[in-house]
């Protein structure tokens, strides 16, 4: 079974609009953490934000948060107010355990903002 | 400034002709790692390090070798490279005991494998 699911392969918004991206996990350890990465056109991989486990509330960086669903084991993107700027590759990915920095990823979704 | 070096950027090579893809840290990060990318299948951990002289498999390690001797270093070897290890290669490193954890990642390196 795959540990991290992006069922969307591309998603389109409109500039200005908020947008969500899906993540489901699996996992039987207790402590881990979620990861989104992003991925412009240009291919560098650029961390965009983190929750853990055991985090209460839900994290936010910005324009990013993150709706954590624990008992659902999802953890989607949201994107608010997207910009033409967000049209990238978007990975998901999940450790397992601490002290042991190991990331496995999701497949991705492809978002494409339009004017 | 604190980051991840990976070379060459790209590189075109012939089946068969050994090769080395460079990686440097300059954060003092115990940890590092090589994946590759395909399209469709994210990214895939090729081999890890926890720290120097301990390195262990990933997901897809065949045809890969790595070596640790420095703390900053971490280069991936393909010995005899094969089509299809095509791809695009990152490397990564990270600090364990962070409240994160989080990966580094260099820029990346396009190989093709003719």
């Known amino acids: 079974a795959q540990k991290i699911t992006q069922t969307q392969p591309g998603m389109f918004v409109q500039e200005k609009e908020a947008v969500t991206l899906d993540c489901t996990y699996d996992t039987s350890d207790p402590s881990y953490g979620l990861f989104w990465y992003k991925q412009p056109s240009s291919g560098e991989m650029i961390f965009l934000i983190y929750q853990g486990s055991y985090d209460q509330q839900n994290a936010t960086e910005g324009r990013y948060s993150l709706n954590f669903q624990k008992a659902r084991k999802s953890a989607n993107l949201v994107i608010s107010a997207s910009q033409l700027g967000d049209s990238a590759m978007y990975f998901c990915?999940?450790?397992?355990?601490?002290?042991?920095?190991?990331?496995?990823f999701g497949k991705g979704t492809m978002l494409l903002v339009s004017p | 400034e604190a980051q991840v070096t990976q070379n060459p950027r790209y590189l075109i090579t012939v089946t068969g002709k050994k090769l080395t893809v460079t990686c440097s840290q300059n954060m003092n990060h115990e940890y590092m790692s090589w994946y590759r990318q395909d399209p469709g299948l994210g990214l895939r951990q090729i081999y890890y390090s926890m720290n120097v002289e301990v390195t262990d498999k990933g997901d897809v390690p065949e045809g890969y070798k790595v070596s640790r001797k420095e703390k900053r270093n971490f280069p991936l070897i393909l010995e005899s490279p094969s089509p299809n290890q095509t791809s695009l290669y990152f490397c990564a490193s990270s600090s364990p005991g962070t409240k994160e954890e989080k990966l580094f990642f260099g820029s990346g390196t396009q190989l093709s494998v003719l």
């Open positions: 990915a999940m450790r397992e355990g601490f002290g042991y920095s190991t990331l496995t």
